[in-house]
């Protein structure tokens, strides 16, 4: 059993954001560069199984140029066996389930991350199981693999749903499939060193969509606090100046 | 959120790895240590789980190569790793560098190839803790006139003596304690729990580095076997070279408390109003958050600095005394001023800050005061010895 986990190289959570390019671009000056959480998640998830010997390899594949390269290292470190880099700006969920399509053949189970924390685009997962034309399962929760069996979980409206399938299939995972993201330890970081990470060339292919234009959120209204006895001047701040009631 | 400052952009001056192990580590702080340190450090207590935690993250003896259990990394790293630490609590950090620069380290450094395959991969599992004995009830700045002894007996040597303030030593499975022969050359003895006569009762009432387990090591006619005397070292040598791995990491580490104290003076003083303006916008107050980032930024690169110098091996301990010193100085200079920026709530255990300040008063001490690196460098650069 093989398991590909896609990789998405993102801003840090806490990173200011800013854009350039009257607004149609991400200022990735200074930013620090983190795993997708989801992604971290899912790659927690699939080392666990290794090293309970129902995986025998553990690859993590990323579409992105050379700066996504010390992300990947940072997965080899947390315990993937290789890693793979589709060398190529990531420009569309399409694109880059495209670039992926090319890898992932050979796998019995690919792990995506259910969104990417950038852009939540939530569309790489789904894309790539219809052109390797395989099965996806959306927001998987829990997976476990007895004898070669797959049972995986899913959260559903207001319970759970355990589920058998067969592979290869494309698993979007959400929070729940691993209880927390897998700290490297040193000797993990220095024998990811080591390890292979292979570039490939990117394939032709076209993006279906286009960034027009980045708006920031209006900034935060300050909060203005009423006394607790004050009842009716908060009604009236409701009434006069934020015209809710 | 901890958004440790970096206005030299001396992030470029770390490796990609480097990044790696110190996104590790402070996540690792973030889990195990920041949500219960107040705690510990209240109650007087010593976490005792972070020892085997630290082992599993290899943040013990991580410069020690990979055939002892170490992970065979580089001096910078070993300093990020103590920054990181030292953001959590100096008690933590000091629990680090003991097991890694005073106790691996002499094992590694002075042992013969036995004691490291006997001790070093479960020091480095934290399977096993260390605790390093050098200062005396009477002898702290002055560790040549020891009076702790041992003589050869023959099968064995007869160890007397007692070592006082001795960090993990409540907690400790071993230590390396240096004695005197009976011709007056210090030695570096191992001893083990269990040992008879060696004891090692602990040191209450502290107010600083509440966190961390601090004793005696009292021998009382201690018969240790000969296999337990480090071999290749002999005289004060032996100690100040641990001494000089032991102050490296804490010229780095105190950084991590200066950035946390930092850290949560700016942000405080952002959403903190009094006279109807954030208190951040008075002169005084950025007068101190300005100094503050002056002096992280100096002690980043007098670290960093170290760092290449010592992974060439070319780090005199007089450059070593000199980052110590100052980088525990200012450390503390910034403890007390961002306390003050945050008033009356500077002083609770909501705040880290508190807790820092009084752990650099141990951290100024310990490792040779503040006085003595002074001493050491005005021996250094005037060639005449101020100690006696
Ligand atoms: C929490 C804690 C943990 C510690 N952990 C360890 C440990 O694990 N192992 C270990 O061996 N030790 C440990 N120490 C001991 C520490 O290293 C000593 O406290 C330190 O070396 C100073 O010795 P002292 O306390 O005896 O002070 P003293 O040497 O008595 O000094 C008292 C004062 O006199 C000054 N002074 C001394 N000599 C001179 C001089 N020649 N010229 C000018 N001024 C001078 C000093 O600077 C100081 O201000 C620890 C201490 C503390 C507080």
């Given at each position: 059993m093989k398991i590909l986990v896609l990789i998405s190289n993102v801003p840090d959570t806490t990173t200011k954001i800013r854009f350039t390019g009257d607004n149609t671009a991400f200022d990735t000056s200074g930013v620090q560069w983190i795993i997708n959480p989801w992604d971290e998640l899912a790659l927690t998830r699939a080392v666990e199984l290794k090293e309970a010997g129902a995986v025998e390899k553990v690859v993590v594949a990323n579409v992105g140029e050379k700066i996504t390269e010390p992300t990947l290292r940072k997965a080899l470190a947390v315990g993937a066996d290789e890693a793979i880099r589709v060398d190529t700006e990531p420009k569309d969920s399409y694109f880059v389930a495209k670039q992926l399509a090319q890898v992932a053949k050979d796998f019995d189970i690919i792990l995506a991350g259910i969104e990417a924390s950038d852009y939540n685009g939530s569309a790489v997962g789904g894309m790539l199981a219809e052109i390797l034309d395989i099965a996806s399962v959306s927001a998987v929760s829990g997976l476990n693999i007895e004898n070669g069996e797959l049972s995986v979980n899913r959260d559903i409206d207001g319970g759970s749903q355990v589920l058998s399938i067969n592979t290869p299939v494309v698993l979007i995972v959400q929070k729940g499939i691993a209880k927390e993201p897998r700290i490297p330890a040193m000797r993990g970081i220095m024998m990811a060193r080591k390890k292979p990470l292979n570039v490939v060339p990117a394939v032709d292919a076209e993006p279906r969509t286009k960034f027009v234009k980045f708006e920031l959120p209006p900034p935060k209204a300050a909060c203005k606090m009423v006394d607790e006895d004050n009842a009716k001047e908060l009604i009236r701040l409701l009434h006069e100046e934020a015209k809710v009631i | 959120m901890y958004n440790p400052p970096d206005y030299y952009q001396i992030d470029e001056l770390l490796t990609d790895e480097h990044k790696i192990i110190r996104e590790s580590v402070r996540e690792w702080v973030n889990r195990r240590i920041i949500p219960v340190i107040d705690d510990y450090a209240q109650r007087h207590e010593f976490p005792e789980y972070i020892i085997k935690e630290m082992g599993e993250l290899g943040a013990l003896g991580p410069y020690i190569p990979e055939k002892y259990g170490g992970a065979g990394m580089d001096q910078i790293a070993y300093g990020v790793i103590m920054t990181e630490l030292e953001r959590g609590d100096s008690a933590i950090r000091s629990a680090a560098s003991v097991q890694s620069s005073l106790v691996m380290y002499p094992i590694y450094a002075f042992g013969d190839e036995k004691q490291r395959m006997k001790y070093l991969p479960k020091l480095a599992t934290g399977e096993m803790v260390g605790a390093f004995g050098l200062t005396e009830p009477n002898h702290g700045s002055d560790p040549g006139s020891m009076t702790t002894r041992f003589e050869d007996k023959g099968d064995y040597y007869l160890l007397n003596g007692a070592k006082m303030w001795i960090t993990n030593a409540p907690i400790c499975d071993i230590a390396v304690v240096w004695a005197k022969d009976e011709s007056g050359k210090v030695r570096g003895l191992i001893l083990e729990r269990g040992m008879e006569g060696f004891t090692t009762p602990e040191t209450y009432k502290k107010w600083s580095l509440r966190a961390s387990a601090t004793g005696e090591l009292v021998f009382d006619n201690v018969k240790v076997p000969?296999?337990?005397?480090?071999?290749?070292i002999k005289g004060l040598k032996g100690p100040l070279m641990c001494l000089n791995s032991a102050r490296y990491g804490i010229a780095w580490g105190v950084i991590g408390a200066a950035m946390d104290c930092y850290d949560t003076a700016l942000r405080y003083s952002l959403e903190r109003k009094q006279f109807g303006k954030p208190v951040a916008s008075f002169q005084l107050q950025q007068k101190k958050l300005a100094e503050m980032l002056t002096e992280i930024t100096k002690m980043q690169l007098m670290a960093w600095r170290l760092g290449t110098l010592r992974n060439e091996d070319r780090a005199t301990p007089a450059q070593i005394s000199m980052a110590k010193r100052n980088n525990v100085e200012h450390t503390l200079k910034i403890a007390r001023e961002s306390r003050q920026i945050l008033?009356?709530?500077?002083?609770?255990?909501?705040?880290p800050i508190m807790r820092h300040m009084m752990n650099l008063e141990s951290v100024i001490t310990y490792e040779g005061t503040h006085d003595i690196h002074l001493l050491i460098t005005g021996h250094d650069i005037t060639g005449i010895p101020a100690f006696e």
């Amino acid at each position: 059993m093989k398991i590909l986990v896609l990789i998405s190289n993102v801003p840090d959570t806490t990173t200011k954001i800013r854009f350039t390019g009257d607004n149609t671009a991400f200022d990735t000056s200074g930013v620090q560069w983190i795993i997708n959480p989801w992604d971290e998640l899912a790659l927690t998830r699939a080392v666990e199984l290794k090293e309970a010997g129902a995986v025998e390899k553990v690859v993590v594949a990323n579409v992105g140029e050379k700066i996504t390269e010390p992300t990947l290292r940072k997965a080899l470190a947390v315990g993937a066996d290789e890693a793979i880099r589709v060398d190529t700006e990531p420009k569309d969920s399409y694109f880059v389930a495209k670039q992926l399509a090319q890898v992932a053949k050979d796998f019995d189970i690919i792990l995506a991350g259910i969104e990417a924390s950038d852009y939540n685009g939530s569309a790489v997962g789904g894309m790539l199981a219809e052109i390797l034309d395989i099965a996806s399962v959306s927001a998987v929760s829990g997976l476990n693999i007895e004898n070669g069996e797959l049972s995986v979980n899913r959260d559903i409206d207001g319970g759970s749903q355990v589920l058998s399938i067969n592979t290869p299939v494309v698993l979007i995972v959400q929070k729940g499939i691993a209880k927390e993201p897998r700290i490297p330890a040193m000797r993990g970081i220095m024998m990811a060193r080591k390890k292979p990470l292979n570039v490939v060339p990117a394939v032709d292919a076209e993006p279906r969509t286009k960034f027009v234009k980045f708006e920031l959120p209006p900034p935060k209204a300050a909060c203005k606090m009423v006394d607790e006895d004050n009842a009716k001047e908060l009604i009236r701040l409701l009434h006069e100046e934020a015209k809710v009631i | 959120m901890y958004n440790p400052p970096d206005y030299y952009q001396i992030d470029e001056l770390l490796t990609d790895e480097h990044k790696i192990i110190r996104e590790s580590v402070r996540e690792w702080v973030n889990r195990r240590i920041i949500p219960v340190i107040d705690d510990y450090a209240q109650r007087h207590e010593f976490p005792e789980y972070i020892i085997k935690e630290m082992g599993e993250l290899g943040a013990l003896g991580p410069y020690i190569p990979e055939k002892y259990g170490g992970a065979g990394m580089d001096q910078i790293a070993y300093g990020v790793i103590m920054t990181e630490l030292e953001r959590g609590d100096s008690a933590i950090r000091s629990a680090a560098s003991v097991q890694s620069s005073l106790v691996m380290y002499p094992i590694y450094a002075f042992g013969d190839e036995k004691q490291r395959m006997k001790y070093l991969p479960k020091l480095a599992t934290g399977e096993m803790v260390g605790a390093f004995g050098l200062t005396e009830p009477n002898h702290g700045s002055d560790p040549g006139s020891m009076t702790t002894r041992f003589e050869d007996k023959g099968d064995y040597y007869l160890l007397n003596g007692a070592k006082m303030w001795i960090t993990n030593a409540p907690i400790c499975d071993i230590a390396v304690v240096w004695a005197k022969d009976e011709s007056g050359k210090v030695r570096g003895l191992i001893l083990e729990r269990g040992m008879e006569g060696f004891t090692t009762p602990e040191t209450y009432k502290k107010w600083s580095l509440r966190a961390s387990a601090t004793g005696e090591l009292v021998f009382d006619n201690v018969k240790v076997p000969k296999e337990n005397m480090l071999p290749n070292i002999k005289g004060l040598k032996g100690p100040l070279m641990c001494l000089n791995s032991a102050r490296y990491g804490i010229a780095w580490g105190v950084i991590g408390a200066a950035m946390d104290c930092y850290d949560t003076a700016l942000r405080y003083s952002l959403e903190r109003k009094q006279f109807g303006k954030p208190v951040a916008s008075f002169q005084l107050q950025q007068k101190k958050l300005a100094e503050m980032l002056t002096e992280i930024t100096k002690m980043q690169l007098m670290a960093w600095r170290l760092g290449t110098l010592r992974n060439e091996d070319r780090a005199t301990p007089a450059q070593i005394s000199m980052a110590k010193r100052n980088n525990v100085e200012h450390t503390l200079k910034i403890a007390r001023e961002s306390r003050q920026i945050l008033g009356a709530m500077g002083i609770t255990g909501d705040f880290p800050i508190m807790r820092h300040m009084m752990n650099l008063e141990s951290v100024i001490t310990y490792e040779g005061t503040h006085d003595i690196h002074l001493l050491i460098t005005g021996h250094d650069i005037t060639g005449i010895p101020a100690f006696e």
